[in-house]
């Protein structure tokens, strides 16, 4: 391709799954400018192929209503011979992303240049009623002379007049959402705020405040769990610090700063009374790690229901692990092997994630921890997931269930919806409120997910030698049978005011909750209301009057 549009492309810049990112001129007026082009035509399916279309010309419109120094500036969008692409500003640099992978710690200077510049244009499109959705290092270019502008409006979202997310699905980067995003709710310029929060706190810290293996693993800790304190992983940061992290990072949109501005000035003042403070670059932290920290609790009571209760819930043991001898230390054995286990899980968990961070071979991984001793075998794959567990396995008995042995896992349960209880093994004792985790030996046990209203789900899963992540579990409300006749039959039946296109007797399915039951012949109307109970069948005559 040598031509698009009207443009001259000049070279390649980048290249995707979707797409490619070309260095084009503009012949008109010889302006550099970068191209972004989607391959239409290399895509099958109707519907993917208008969604693309619809997410780059979402991008063009919502930057595009945007002029501000600090935001990549669009100037043309088109479609041609299959290729939809938008025309924008050309940055000469690299993203923040790069920068924190390659190079040494920012200086305090080019921290708060970079935080005040993009805090002031994430403030000027929430006031032009735009909300970005996906603030992120990858999505903040730096230029040469060090101003960083913000790229890939994307999946913004223009609140005034647009909705683009569905209840409970999620839209942006995982490690960078706010909770309000990750639950599917209506979200305000403060989720950007958070995720402008999770940078600052990786710049600080070289880490990340919410990490994981898998999806459900990160959304879990960003909804139910608090960051490890900033402090704790960077000695060199006070109280003052922590305190404006924790604020921008709080569960509660209400509980943030007024705008991204109030948040950048309250951290500059808070670094600015901290002596001797420096940033740490990825993996050069001396503390711990933030996946093992749990900072006392800050979320709302809702979150705080979902917290799993360890100390109380007994761990399941493997339905046939080999016969161990029980140690009258166990305990103290078995929170060790949490420990190790845990510390051998996050090193291989940074080695083969795929969402952490990519850096060059020549910079640690974030929150690899020192080599001690051999790397943990991989997780075993759960099994399928859509399997059942057979519904005539009887439990082993006191006298044949194996002793506790090995080491003590952790398995995360997650639910679309959540609030879902969780209950391992038909243990009420290792049981909890989705998202949550609960604990396990290697082998495999049985997983029960039950919620009001909803068909109960069961999962046969198998614990190895490090957590697992059971794969999403989705429930489905159960619907209410309704058998109708009336008399004199047939005739006309009308649920909640609308005619149903059927007539008695009718076998109907509804959902669960409070109906306007009619039926209607030559005129003549019976009516009833009626509460049908989830999973239930009732029945129903009605008599229509001569």
């Known amino acids: 391709m040598d031509r698009i549009g009207?443009?001259?492309?000049?070279?390649?810049?980048?290249?995707?799954?979707?797409?490619?990112?070309?260095?084009?001129?503009?012949?008109?007026?010889?302006r550099k400018v970068a191209i972004k082009t989607i391959k239409l035509r290399e895509i099958d399916d109707a519907a993917e192929r208008s969604r693309q279309r619809e997410r780059l010309f979402r991008e063009a419109r919502s930057a595009g209503m945007l002029s501000h120094p600090h935001i990549v500036t669009i100037y043309d969008m088109g479609e041609e011979d299959g290729v939809a692409f938008i025309a924008m500003e050309y940055v000469h640099g690299q993203t923040l992303e790069r920068?924190?992978?390659?190079?040494?710690?920012?200086?305090?200077?080019?921290?708060?240049?970079?935080?005040?510049?993009?805090?002031?244009?994430l403030d000027f499109a929430h006031r032009k009623g735009i909300v970005?959705?996906?603030?992120?290092?990858?999505?903040?270019?730096?230029?040469?002379?060090?101003?960083?502008k913000i790229a890939d409006f994307g999946i913004a979202k223009i609140t005034a007049n647009e909705s683009h997310t569905k209840t409970g699905t999620i839209v942006g980067t995982p490690n960078y959402m706010s909770p309000e995003q990750v639950r599917g709710e209506t979200i305000t310029g403060r989720s950007d705020q958070f995720s402008l929060g999770v940078?600052?706190?990786?710049?600080?810290?070289?880490?990340?405040?919410?990490?994981?293996?898998?999806?459900?693993?990160?959304?879990?800790?960003?909804?139910?769990?608090?960051?490890?304190?900033?402090?704790?992983?960077?000695?060199?940061?006070?109280?003052?610090?922590?305190?404006?992290?924790?604020?921008?990072?709080?569960?509660?949109?209400d509980a943030r700063y007024p705008d991204c501005g109030a948040f950048i000035e309250a951290l500059e003042r808070a670094c600015a009374a901290t002596q001797g403070w420096r940033a740490l670059k990825p993996g050069a932290s001396q503390a711990l790690p933030t996946t093992m920290e749990s900072a006392p609790p800050l979320p709302s009571a809702s979150a705080r229901r979902t917290r799993p209760k360890t100390k109380t819930a007994k761990p399941a043991?493997?339905?046939?692990?080999?016969?161990?001898?029980?140690?009258?230390?166990?305990?103290?054995?078995?929170?060790?092997?949490?420990?190790?286990?845990?510390?051998?899980?996050?090193?291989?968990?940074?080695?083969?994630?795929?969402?952490?961070?990519?850096?060059?071979?020549?910079?640690?991984?974030?929150?690899?921890?020192?080599?001690?001793g051999p790397r943990p075998s991989p997780m075993p794959p759960p099994i399928d997931s859509s399997m059942p567990a057979p519904a005539d396995e009887s439990r082993p008995t006191d006298e044949s269930a194996p002793k506790p042995g090995g080491k003590l896992q952790d398995v995360w349960v997650a639910t679309n919806p959540q609030g879902a209880t969780a209950t391992l093994d038909a243990s009420a004792e290792n049981a909890c409120t989705t998202p949550c985790m609960l604990h396990?030996?290697?082998?495999?046990?049985?997983?029960?997910?039950?919620?009001?209203?909803?068909?109960?789900?069961?999962?046969?899963?198998?614990?190895?030698?490090?957590?697992?992540?059971?794969?999403?579990?989705?429930?489905?409300?159960?619907?209410?049978?309704?058998?109708?006749?009336?008399?004199?039959?047939?005739?006309?039946?009308?649920?909640?005011?609308?005619?149903?296109?059927?007539?008695?007797?009718?076998?109907?399915?509804?959902?669960?909750?409070?109906?306007?039951?009619?039926?209607?012949?030559?005129?003549?109307?019976?009516?009833?209301t009626v509460e049908l109970h989830s999973g239930e069948s009732t029945a129903m005559t009605l008599a229509i009057a001569k």
């Not at 992978?101 to 805090?119: D, S, V, Y």
């Open 6 to 30: 009207r443009y001259k492309i000049n070279k390649e810049l980048g290249r995707g799954a979707m797409g490619v990112v070309y260095l084009a001129t503009d012949p008109t007026i010889g």
């Open 99 to 121: 920068v924190l992978g390659q190079g040494p710690a920012l200086a305090p200077q080019r921290i708060f240049g970079i935080l005040r510049q993009t805090a002031a244009a």
């Open 132 to 148: 970005h959705r996906d603030v992120k290092p990858a999505n903040l270019m730096l230029d040469d002379a060090g101003q960083a």
């Open 199 to 253: 940078i600052g706190y990786e710049i600080l810290t070289g880490e990340r405040p919410f990490t994981g293996e898998h999806l459900t693993t990160v959304v879990y800790k960003i909804v139910a769990e608090e960051p490890a304190p900033p402090q704790r992983i960077n000695p060199t940061l006070g109280a003052a610090i922590d305190a404006v992290l924790r604020k921008a990072l709080s569960k509660k949109p």
């Open 317 to 372: 043991v493997a339905e046939a692990p080999p016969p161990r001898k029980r140690r009258r230390t166990f305990p103290i054995v078995a929170v060790c092997a949490m420990l190790v286990g845990a510390l051998a899980l996050l090193r291989w968990q940074m080695e083969q994630s795929g969402i952490v961070r990519p850096t060059t071979a020549a910079v640690p991984e974030p929150r690899t921890l020192p080599a001690a």
């Open 440 to 528: 396990a030996y290697a082998g495999t046990h049985r997983l029960a997910v039950t919620m009001v209203e909803m068909g109960p789900e069961q999962r046969q899963i198998r614990v190895g030698d490090a957590a697992l992540d059971v794969p999403l579990i989705t429930l489905h409300r159960q619907m209410s049978t309704l058998t109708l006749t009336s008399t004199p039959s047939p005739a006309d039946v009308y649920i909640d005011g609308k005619k149903q296109g059927q007539q008695t007797p009718a076998q109907l399915t509804l959902t669960p909750g409070n109906h306007a039951i009619a039926v209607q012949k030559d005129g003549q109307r019976a009516s009833k």
